[in-house]
């Protein structure tokens, strides 16, 4: 997918997000502009709120502060071979997928024959309170997500604290 694609991706999925949430009393959306270049020289992140906090996954964070109230867009960058348990967040979410394919489901704990598989320009919801989970195969993949802050993450099952990327997570 080219960059510029991706990043017509990004701004679209923000926008999108931030309008369904209306008018409130949230901190205001600051204007920001930035190439896919400049996206890819954002710093990257481990685990962050309403990240799986598995090792290996990277967060860039796009628009306003997941943990803080506001709209929020964080790019999450996932290694081969990873495996998401069962969780939910407190606030409903939006995400394409930008790059690779993207196994993901609902349930509240990960079965792959509940999951659809998902490659780039697909969307999905991660609708608040509602456990769900992914997994990847043998490419990364990169999903753009918005919310409405501040989001957290709670999982079904408690992950092992050091978990492989590639290892087999719950």
């Known amino acids: 997918m080219s960059p ?22 949230r901190a205001a959306l600051q204007a920001r502009r930035m190439s896919a270049s400049e996206i890819a020289q954002r710093p990257a992140l481990g685990a962050i709120a309403g990240t799986s906090g598995l090792a290996g996954i990277r967060t860039l964070v796009l628009a306003g502060d997941p943990t803080r109230p506001g709209m929020y867009a964080i790019e999450l960058l996932v290694p081969a071979h990873t495996r998401i348990a069962a969780h939910e967040h407190r606030d409903d979410r939006t995400a394409v997928v930008v790059s690779g394919t ?49 989001t957290d993450t709670r999982y079904e099952t408690q992950p092992r604290a050091n978990a492989a990327p590639s290892g087999s997570q719950p």
């Open 4 to 25: 510029l694609l991706k990043a017509c991706m990004a701004c679209q999925i923000a926008l999108v997000a931030h309008a369904a949430c209306g008018q409130d009393a």
């Open 102 to 150: 993207w196994h993901f489901g609902y349930g509240r704990t990960a079965d792959d024959t509940k999951s659809k598989s998902l490659g780039p320009g697909s969307f999905y919801t991660e609708p608040a309170n509602t456990p769900h989970f992914a997994r990847t195969e043998g490419e990364p993949v990169a999903v753009i997500i918005t919310g409405n802050g501040p």
